[in-house]
């Protein structure tokens, strides 16, 4: 199978998962994770019509977007330090890993500059363990009151890495907790009404389907095995 055709197939077992669970498949989108790939990679997608890409780190997506030059909606998906936010506001349409308010106003700072939106997500690190990086689930209400307050960006839900578990199945209390802590949230008024919720990778985004994701965010099953990271950059 090629590139494109892998995405096929992972966007199909998307659509079957969302009908198992009674969604509407239109509900759920897939962001095509492309790190560390070379661009050329995200080009075969791009041409097969894939609009929506994801990248972890601000400078590589630059490179990316200034070599696709085609429209894409850029999602950052990686850890954001404050000192690379007015970069990354150029950039991203989306950025999945807002966990201070802090780097939420730089980012809304550089977006202001370039005379655009970004759409903002929370990371939860739902461990509380600090082995991912996100707000605790007990100081997330904070934190979203202080956005709603602090920061003239859109704030459309939340996002999760699991805990590392043995299996894929493992991560679904995990999604669970991720759907029930937004839904309480948008209740008191946090949320919107349908907050985001960015959850699953290659090895569970049918889990995290099943059980509301409305962002998947897939690398090696499309791309394949990522080539090892640059040892620094
Ligand atoms: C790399 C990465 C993904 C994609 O991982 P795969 O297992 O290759 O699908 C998803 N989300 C985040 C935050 C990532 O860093």
Known sequence: MDTADRLAHVRER?????????RDPAGVRLVAVGKQFPVERLRDIVRAGHRRLGENRVQEAESKAADLAAAVEWHLIGHLQGNKARRAARIFDWVHTVDSLAVARRLAAGAR?????????????????RERSGVPPEDLCALLSDL??????????????PPRTPTAEGARPHFRHLAALARSAADEGLLPPHPDLSMG??????????????LVRVGSGIFGARPAPPVNG
């Not at 500059?113 to 363990?129: C, H, Y």
């Not at 709603?148 to 890495?161: H, I, K, N, Y």
Request: glycine residues 10%; aromatic residues 2%.
């Open 14 to 22: 998307i659509d079957a998962a969302a009908r198992r669970a009674g």
């Open 113 to 129: 500059e370039a005379g655009r939106s970004i759409n903002l997500l929370v990371q939860v690190d739902l461990a509380g363990t």
């Open 148 to 161: 709603a307050r602090e920061v003239a960006l859109p704030l459309r839900g939340l996002m999760t890495l």
């Open 201 to 214: 990778m290659s090895a569970d985004y049918e889990i995290a389907v099943e059980e509301g994701a409305t």
